[in-house]
T-cell receptor
């Protein structure tokens, strides 16, 4: 019940294309769903996050779609750029707890 | 500059030696965390602390110890009891009163041979 399943493990996209990464969870008590971006040898950086009271959140080229009934959420990167090449992690947690449960990561490569 | 500092960036130790990883934050965040990252396994929580002089075990605490004597500092000791200590270690912090968001440091890559 504590797992967050992330797919795909790796993704190759052409410049200008749309990158889509999916995550699924079991614990219905989760109410915070962030996405982190990590470049090689660096710490993860918070990219965008959503609470379950909304079905979509957009920040620039990055959009989270959230489907509460299916217990799934996804990250869409529009107009993908080579600079977006990184590993992306989804995560989930319950309000007022300290445990962020991370997915296993998706390595995105964007080719020119 | 506000942020989280981890030092050193790379650390090499011989098997059987204890080693302490440093984590300092000047964000005035209440909570601090240690994660371990291995290829293909995401991030796993080792220990966390919500206030000074208090800390809790995460999912993989065996072979590790921590202290929280100051709000800004949360060092992690990897003991000789940790069976597979080679990994990338990440420290994070959070303002607990108003935000869920955890902010990460740059990490320390520990290699034990």
């Amino acid at each position: 019940q504590q797992q967050v399943k992330q797919s795909p493990q790796s993704l190759i996209v052409q410049k200008g294309g749309i990158s889509i990464i999916n995550c699924a969870y079991e614990n219905t008590a989760f109410d915070y769903f962030p996405w982190y971006q990590q470049f090689p040898g660096k710490g993860p950086a918070l990219l965008i996050a959503i609470r379950p009271d909304v079905s979509e959140k957009k920040e620039g080229r990055f959009t989270i779609s959230f489907n509460k009934s299916a217990k799934q959420f996804s990250l869409h990167i529009m107009d993908s750029q080579p600079g977006d090449s990184a590993t992306y992690f989804c995560a989930a947690s319950k309000y007022n707890t300290d445990k962020l449960i991370f997915g296993t990561g998706t390595r995105l490569q964007v080719f020119p | 500059d506000g942020g989280i500092t981890q030092s050193p960036k790379y650390l090499f130790r011989k098997e059987g030696q204890n080693v302490t990883l440093s984590c300092e934050q000047n964000l005035n965040h209440d909570a601090m965390y240690w994660y371990r990252q291995d290829p293909g396994q995401g991030l796993r929580l080792i220990y966390y602390s919500q206030i000074v002089n208090d800390f809790q075990k995460g999912d993989i605490a065996e072979g590790y110890s921590v202290s929280r004597e100051k709000k800004e500092s949360f060092p992690l000791t990897v003991t000789s009891a940790q069976k597979n200590p080679t990994a990338f270690y990440l420290c994070a912090s959070r303002v607990t009163s108003v935000s869920y968001e955890q902010y990460f440091g740059p990490g320390t890559r520990l290699t034990v041979t």
